[in-house]
């Protein structure tokens, strides 16, 4: 026996979806899991990703950016998520496959829209490569993965739950504001109150 796959939740996360009008996503994870995995093995249901966080839990998540991905979820206002008239839709079929959802029009022209947001970041960067030097090399290829770290950071981060949001400097190591030179930061993101 194994845990569920990502995909293999799309199915009971619209079915709680369908009972409610909207939900934090943290607690709709926490009532998938309760009620449609809480009978598998503790050893199972207890595994943790390599960052400490509970593997079905995660999966739950997952699941859920993939049907928002494809419109078959929306998120009314941040933290929230709700069924849309397509997840309905979906459920009256009784199945969703992860093949299913990669043939949805709406779930291909979000990888392409993601896509060809990255392909336009790289050919900012781009660098001639006959004339750069090995360090403009490095520098751009440096350059290009923290771009793309940032928006997927950025868009993992407007996902999850207000509450946690606020603990997130926590999780990055409890000194997140330890290095900051807050005297000269611009007026608008001065925390001591005092004006420039």
């Known amino acids: 026996m194994e845990l569920p796959k990502y995909h293999e939740t799309f199915i009971p996360i619209l079915e709680t979806l369908n009972t409610i009008e909207s939900i934090s996503s943290r607690d709709l994870a926490n009532q998938v899991f309760k009620n449609y995995y809480s009978n598998l093995p503790q050893e199972l249901l207890s595994q943790k990703t390599s960052s400490g966080a509970n593997v079905l839990i995660d999966r739950i998540l997952w699941g859920k950016s993939y049907l928002k991905m494809s419109k078959f979820v929306s998120y009314p206002k941040r933290g929230m998520v709700q069924i849309t008239d397509k997840g309905n839709q979906a459920l009256k079929m009784g199945s969703l496959s992860l093949k299913d959802l990669q043939n949805d029009q709406d779930f291909r ?16 960067d781009t660098v001639n490569v006959e004339n750069a030097s090995p ?7 440096f350059s290009t993965i923290e771009t793309e770290v940032k928006s997927e950071l950025l868009e993992k981060l407007k996902e999850i739950d207000p509450y946690y949001f606020s603990s997130f400097p926590s999780v990055l ?3 997140a504001y330890q290095n900051i030179d807050y005297q000269n930061l611009p ?3 001065r925390l001591d109150g005092n004006a420039d």
């Open 109 to 124: 022209n979000h990888r392409e829209s993601v896509k060809s947001k990255k392909e336009s970041i790289l050919e900012i």
């Open 135 to 141: 360090q403009d090399l490095i520098d751009s290829g």
């Open 173 to 175: 190591g409890g000194n």
């Open 187 to 189: 007026r608008s993101h």
